[in-house]
């Protein structure tokens, strides 16, 4: 059990200056060496990607209900795990921007500390929108855009595309929200779509992965009912073939295409156990919540570059 006491805005950590650059995991000019060796910057592109990174801050220890981006141990889990192993996806297609936010204390999302932990939830989101609102203001410069996000990261992407893009003309901008790792109801937007096509844009994507045949515990609390994308297919296929899988990104930092194969059913993504080196350990793992991303590592790759050149071509005078 937990031992920690009520939240209290009074000792969170220090609030994020987002016009420090120090408080940006990443910017296109500011590149990560954790990146070395799985992709290169190849200079400034013509869409961007706002990155929002999962929850990594669950030292049961730690009595805080936020995390303190200026401690180096969590920024360096943050680019050693999230930038590295899920951001790293978009490089290619987008100019990344990620900014380090006091993330919420894991225990938000364990009872009985769920009540408790929403002004927790409810700061890390204002860092987030801080964030979203000093890009929008000093370096997006009017490009197109990918939201990116993972896990408690995506429940935050998902306020974001209500206050900034649906109904507003921000949303002409939108090429995809990747909102991964979360249910996301099929009408939780009036005129954010599903994207059911691979090049596709304007609309989002979502996907919670478990091992084939098996189902959480909290299944009809936690995922029953959410959209189902297919990340190797992008279409409307319920089942795909390995075959078509491009690759995983596994924690040696190599691509193994051909890896798996995956079936959508009603609000979960179910996996084969991947073909890569500690398969065997892998077998016993029912959750793959924490490889949501890079097992379609080289798949959200070139997808996000399908959906780029396809925004460019409706909106040849804007881009």
Same mark, same amino acid.
């Given at each position: 059990? *937990? ?23 990443? /910017? ?7 990146? #070395? ?13 706002? *990155? ?7 030292? &049961? ?27 790293? =996806? ?13 993330? =919420? ?13 929403? #002004? ?6 204002? $860092?987030? &929108? ?23 990261? !995506?429940?935050? =992407?998902?306020? /974001?595309?209500?206050?900034?893009? #649906? ?6 901008? %939108? ?19 599903? %994207? ?22 909290? *299944? $009809? ?14 279409? $409307? ?18 691509? *193994? ?13 179910? !996996? !084969? ?25 080289? $798949? ?20």
């Amino acid at each position: 059990m *937990y031992k920690t006491s009520d939240f209290n805005l009074k000792t969170a950590p220090r609030e994020p200056d987002y016009s420090q650059v120090e408080n940006w995991a990443v /910017l296109p000019n500011q590149w990560p060496r954790e990146l #070395e060796g799985i992709v290169e910057n190849t200079g400034i592109k013509n869409a961007d990607v706002f *990155y929002i990174y999962p929850t990594l801050f669950t030292d &049961k220890k730690d009595p805080q209900w936020n995390a303190d981006i200026y401690n180096e141990a969590i920024r360096n889990k943050v680019l050693s795990q999230a930038i590295t192993f899920q951001a790293s =996806a978009w490089t290619e297609a987008a100019n990344l921007y990620a900014p380090f936010y006091r993330q =919420a204390h894991y225990r938000i999302f364990v009872d009985p500390y769920a009540t408790q932990g929403k #002004e927790a939830g409810v700061l890390a989101y204002q $860092d987030v &929108k801080r964030a979203f609102e000093f890009y929008l203001a000093h370096y997006n410069q009017g490009k197109p855009i990918i939201i990116a996000s993972h896990s408690q990261g !995506s429940l935050h =992407a998902k306020r /974001l595309l209500h206050e900034f893009f #649906e109904g507003k003309v921000l949303k002409e901008k %939108l090429i995809a929200a990747y909102l991964v790792g979360v249910r996301i109801p099929q009408n939780e937007f009036n005129d954010i779509p599903p %994207l059911v096509q691979p090049d596709a844009v304007g609309g989002f994507l979502s996907w919670n992965t478990y091992k084939r045949n098996k189902l959480p515990k909290r *299944y $009809d609390y936690w995922y029953k009912g959410g959209v189902v994308s297919n990340p190797i297919s992008w279409d $409307d296929q319920e089942v795909s073939n390995k075959k078509d899988h491009l690759g995983v990104l596994s924690s040696d930092k190599k691509i *193994y295409p051909k890896s798996l194969k995956v079936e959508k059913i009603d609000g979960m993504l179910w !996996s !084969s156990v991947p073909k890569i080196p500690k398969r065997f350990f892998l077998s016993f793992i029912k959750n793959y919540h924490f490889a949501d991303i890079n097992l379609f590592w080289a $798949d959200i790759q070139e997808n996000a570059k399908i959906r780029v050149s396809s925004w460019a071509k409706k909106n040849q005078s804007n881009f």
